[in-house]
Nanobody, 125 residues
Framework: VQLQASGGGLVQAGGSLRLSCAAS????????MGWFRQAPGKEREFVGA????????DYEDSVKGRFTISGDNAKNTVYLQMNSLKSEDTAVYYC???????????????????WGQGTLVTVSS
């Protein structure tokens, strides 16, 4: 499975961006996908996750109500719509995929088998 993240850029506080994560390869093996972010000097942190089979989602508290994850099966792409962006949302955003159907904490980086290259989001205040 290969993941290609895109859509990052510079935006003013209060603005919006939509990130995309296109999956290729054996995408039928994917059970769920996650979005994480990493700010300079900080650890990679969970943003949200999307169950590819059931369409369910989960979000980190600080992005609830502002960020929305959706998926397009026909395009093998997952989106992260980010609204009301804040300066603290500035980070490199990574998408990830899990192909193992055993139980896992999808908020943990260790749950994922594949990672995209990251896309930089910069929010200016």
């Amino acid at each position: 499975v290969q993941l290609q993240a895109s859509g990052g850029g510079l935006v003013q506080a209060g603005g919006s961006l939509r990130l995309s994560c296109a999956a290729s390869g054996r995408t039928s093996r994917i059970y769920f996908m996650g979005w994480f972010r990493q700010a300079p000097g900080k650890e990679r942190e969970f943003v949200g996750a999307f169950n590819w089979r059931e369409g369910t989602t989960d979000y980190e508290d600080s992005v609830k109500g502002r960020f929305t994850i959706s998926g397009d099966n026909a395009k093998n792409t997952v989106y992260l719509q980010m609204n009301s962006l804040k300066s603290e949302d500035t980070a490199v955003y990574y998408c990830s995929a899990r192909i193992d159907n055993s139980f896992a904490n999808w908020r943990s980086v260790r749950a994922y088998d594949y990672w995209g290259q990251g896309t930089l989001v910069t929010v200016s205040s």
